[in-house]
């Protein structure tokens, strides 16, 4: 039968493992679900493990996360979530590569905030050009996303090609790199 896990969490995740009567979803981090009671799983909190988890298996008795930035982390199935779930307490200022990458029709931009900011959002091609923008506004902490239909600031489709995602708030700039394909 299938099972829909639901988290309190703003937030979006791409990978889930499960084995006993816990799951974990990779996303911004990497959230633990309680399935004790399979008509009503909880978000129990989430792993600290250093990196953003790209996917996530389980092997050996071991929760194994494939991470953007710092290669795999194996975790005991029995961990405890180093972080209880609170929709105002967002984990780190990231962009997440955009999904899916290489993409045709949409890709999902997704990221998240430590603190409410004004936020700039934009697609660069590969010389640096502006190709499409969403108006600057303030946005709550947490994880947010947005899609992007491949089409510039005048609706026109954009050409085949790598393309530059530009986050910027008054933590920082992130950049994130998606393909599209036509």
Known sequence: ?????????????????????????????????????????????????????????????????????????????????????????????????PQPNPFRDEATVAFSLLRASVVTISIHDVAGRLVRDWPTAHREAGAHQLRWDGRDAGGRPSGSGVYFVRLSSSDGTRTAKVTLLQ
């Open 1 to 97: 039968a299938a099972m829909t896990l639901r988290s309190t969490v703003p937030g979006s995740y791409w990978r889930v493992a499960a084995a006993g009567t816990h799951a974990y979803a990779s996303g911004f981090n990497t959230m633990v679900f309680d399935l004790s009671d399979p008509g009503a799983p909880v978000a129990l909190g989430n792993l600290d493990h250093g990196s953003v988890p790209q996917s996530l298996t389980i092997g050996n008795g071991l929760l194994w996360s494939a991470e953007f930035s710092d290669g795999v982390t194996a975790l005991p199935l029995q961990c405890v979530p180093t972080s209880l779930v609170s929709a105002a307490s967002p984990a780190s200022f990231a962009l997440m590569p």
